[in-house]
């Protein structure tokens, strides 16, 4: 039905910059919401940042001011830039859409995660 790649995630110093792409394909009408969650070790999973199809974003209060959520709406890509990274940003990130199918269904898809760790 729909199907999420993301790319992007790494190994990078405190301080340093990241930045995550995701693509969706499928049987898709129109997409919603776009978004990015991350699961640490031992933690819930959280909501990092999102953008609807209006260009509205939300973040995280943690995140605001360092990470910049974007979308290619022709293209059904989200990407987030994250910038001034620090050790407790390091997890799993999962981007996340709310899509309308050709068929006139709406789902929620996840990708496969792609891990960020920000180490020196």
């Known amino acids: 039905q729909v199907q999420l790649v993301e790319s992007g995630g790494g190994l990078v110093q405190p301080g340093g910059s990241l930045r995550l792409s995701c693509a969706a394909s499928?049987?898709?009408?129109?997409?919603?919401?776009m978004g990015w969650y991350r699961q640490a070790p031992g933690k819930q999973r959280e909501l990092v940042a999102t953008i609807g199809n209006d260009g509205n974003t939300k973040y995280t209060d943690s995140v605001k001011g360092r990470f910049t959520i974007s979308r290619d709406v022709a293209k059904n890509m989200v990407a987030l830039q994250m910038n001034s990274l620090k050790p407790e940003d390091t997890a799993v990130y999962y981007c996340n859409v709310e899509a309308r199918l050709r068929g006139g269904l709406d789902i929620g898809a996840w990708g496969q995660g792609t891990q960020v760790t920000v180490s020196s």
């Open positions: 499928g049987s898709i009408f129109s997409i919603h919401v």
